[in-house]
């Protein structure tokens, strides 16, 4: 793949839960790094990985991240990690859209177990 500049106008496109959007800016067998967006309200459902370690990092807006039972309400410019086995949940309990990156090693789908 040649080197290019990418942002949520020119990369894969894809929406989940209810009015969630993600956009993959780097999408290899290795390491995936996802832009995602989502609206006031809104949560993915509880779960873990096998293999896949995540790190989560807020760009705009105020997400909580519960993982093993623990709140932690990370702002724009901080992020927090999952490790593989560990179980959690985004949640976005503002008023206002979460736009956050979330990069896995290696890529999370197909690696997700309910929690």
């Known amino acids: 793949m040649p080197t290019r500049i990418v942002d949520t ?3 894969e496109h894809y929406t989940w839960g209810i009015d969630c959007d993600g956009w993959h800016l ?12 989502m609206p ?3 949560s993915e459902e509880r779960h873990s990985h096998t293999k896949s370690r995540q790190f989560f990092f807020v760009l705009e807006g105020e ?8 709140d932690f309400v990370i702002r724009a410019g901080k992020g927090v990690e999952v490790h593989p ?3 959690h949940q985004a949640i976005n309990r503002s008023q206002a859209d979460v ?3 979330v990069i ?5 789908h197909g690696d997700r177990t309910p929690a």
């Not at 780097?26 to 967006?37: D, P, Q």
């Not at 997400?63 to 623990?70: A, D, P, S, Y």
Request: hydrophobic share 30%.
């Open 99 to 101: 736009r956050m990156l």
């Open 104 to 108: 896995s090693q290696p890529p999370s």
């Open 63 to 70: 997400l909580t991240m519960e993982v093993e039972h623990h």
């Open 9 to 11: 106008s020119n990369a």
């Open 85 to 87: 086995g560990q179980a």
């Open 40 to 42: 006031p309200g809104r």
């Open 26 to 37: 780097v999408k290899g067998e290795e390491l995936s790094v996802i832009e995602e967006r």
